[in-house]
């Protein structure tokens, strides 16, 4: 069992503040390790310490999972497609959705993340956007993945992603499937080296959908 610490709860609702934070302004609220001023004085953030927190409380991935998901007899093959099209992305914007969650940088860079999904009438829906990512070489790519967290875990690729032209600050994309993903509720947005790896590569942004 993970030993929680007494200050558990205070580094946790500031790791969530500091999620939701980087998902809505679009760019890193803070460094590594920043310092913040206040009236009592100078406070330095510990983000690799928060992501640590987030860890022990199920919020990203711990090194079991990380193990367990680059584990290629944990694949599932699902049929789907990834939509980019502004106007297809400003109407699913748009709609209603049964679960969402803001991604964390797993880096403790200062990417940022909000994916939300839905199934209904025989059709699974992901909307996400992500923003503020790091740059990749020429030979690699994003990929998006959807992870079942059970004692037997399932990874689904989305697919691989190209950052759309003039969008690098902030872009989203949708995708959809005729199978019902609901029960995959955990989100990992990877780079990706263009090889014939099937596994998940470095991970940047992880979260849950509740």
């Keep these: 069992m993970r030993q929680i610490y007494t200050n558990q709860k205070y580094r946790l609702a500031l790791s969530v503040a500091l999620f939701v934070c980087l998902a809505t302004i679009g760019f890193g609220c803070l460094s590594k390790n920043e310092s913040k001023d206040t009236q009592e004085g100078s406070v330095v ?3 690799q310490a928060i992501l640590e927190d987030a860890k022990e409380a ?16 944990n694949l599932v093959t699902v049929e789907g497609e990834i939509l980019m099209n502004e ?7 748009k709609d209603d959705y049964r679960v969402s969650g ?8 200062g990417s940022f993340g909000v994916v939300k999904s839905k199934s209904e009438e025989g059709t699974f829906t992901l909307y996400a956007t992500v923003g503020a990512l790091p740059v990749l070489h020429e030979d690699q790519h994003y990929e998006a993945w959807l992870v079942k967290r059970d004692a037997l875990m399932r990874v689904v690729s989305l697919g691989d992603l190209t950052v759309p032209a003039g969008e690098e600050e ?7 499937s005729k199978e019902d993903l609901s029960q995959y509720d955990f989100f990992v947005f990877t780079s990706e080296w263009n090889d014939t790896n099937p596994t998940p590569g470095l991970h940047i942004l992880e979260g849950v959908m509740e």
Excluded: P
């Design 170 to 176: 902030r872009w989203s994309f949708l995708y959809t």
């Design 58 to 73: 199920g919020l990203i991935m711990d090194d079991d999972e990380l193990q367990a998901m680059a584990d290629v007899g």
């Design 45 to 47: 953030i510990d983000r």
């Design 102 to 109: 803001a991604l964390a940088d797993v880096t403790a860079g």
């Design 87 to 93: 106007t297809v992305l400003e109407s699913a914007k």
